[in-house]
């Protein structure tokens, strides 16, 4: 069989004809195998949704429990029976509950990534490389650019921060799902004790990953009086970056605004949000843990969807590796 006749996009996203089934769809389909909880993947809408148990639940937080008619759990190696083909799900270390999906059907097997990344996160299983023939691969860092340091020394540069400028506000922004939540986590590894303000979005998914057992020390709602605003001068603060364009932020004495994505390590990035301490905080791949995962799977064939997907194709080439870009729409990379 062709890879192509296992899968290949449809408006809808992307789509296996043997299956009769749809990988992250970004429009209602009948059939849905979803890869992690970003809203860009993950939809509400869809008849029947395969997923991880954390995927699942992290889906029935945001959209509610009627967010799908119906919902089967993949537990991570479990091989299920998709239509006519086989999948299964393996760890994708992008945020708690994310996959890459495998699906195989008469001796091909094509391994759909979603977003992910290498680097060591304690808040989710990390990435398990799969051989495979056809790997298909983000590439929303995929410029040599792009080098992630680790994030621990960013998480201790936040802390000297707060140090340096004990009677400030450290208002830190960090995308709901996964990016906040390790970057409290990292901040607890870093030895910051102290309680963490969350931004009433952060809430319910902070809750979430504490039932999972992951530890994120003391938190307090970050619902400042204006008033009383001293209240939070030495605080560490987190919020979804959407909260920095509203009033909300507003209530904070002369804050220090940070944000914490890769993106940071662009400086107009920086200087277009407006942000006094860049975090470089990726919950994707550099290009060099893109590049070096592209080969440990051993893929013969490479699809490259949402980024930079030129630059990553041309890569592959060099290297020997079939690949050519997929052309998905619709993933809006929430998460970075
Ligand atoms: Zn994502």
Known sequence: MRPQDLLHPRPEGLYCPPGDFFIDPVRPVGRALITHGHSDHARAGHGHVL???QTLDIMALRYG???????????????????????????????????????????????ASGDYKRAPDPTCAPFEPVRCDVF???????????????????????LRSVAHFPERTHLVGAYALGKAQRMIRLLREEGHDASIRIHGALAKLCDYYRSQGIDLGRLEPATVEV??????????????????????????????????????????????????????VSDHCDWNELTATITETGAGEVWVTHGSEEATVRWCELAGIAARPLHLVGYEDEAE
């Open 51 to 53: 997923a991880t148990r």
């Open 65 to 111: 429990p009627d967010f799908a008619g119906a919902r089967q759990a993949a537990a991570y190696g479990e091989r299920i029976a998709a239509g006519g083909v086989s999948v299964t799900f393996h760890p994708a270390g992008h945020v708690l509950g994310s996959a890459q999906i495998a699906v195989e059907h008469g001796g091909t097997r094509i391994v």
């Open 136 to 158: 298909i691969t983000e590439a929303t860092f995929g410029l040599p650019v792009f080098t992630h340091p680790p994030a621990s020394g960013e998480a201790a540069k936040l």
């Open 227 to 280: 008033g009383s605003r001293q209240d939070a001068a030495g605080a560490i603060v987190v919020a979804p970056p959407s909260a920095f364009a509203d009033r909300w932020a507003r209530r904070f004495a002369d804050p220090v605004s940070a944000f914490a994505s890769g993106w940071m390590r662009i400086r107009q990035r920086v200087r277009q949000r407006g942000v006094e301490l860049p975090l470089i």
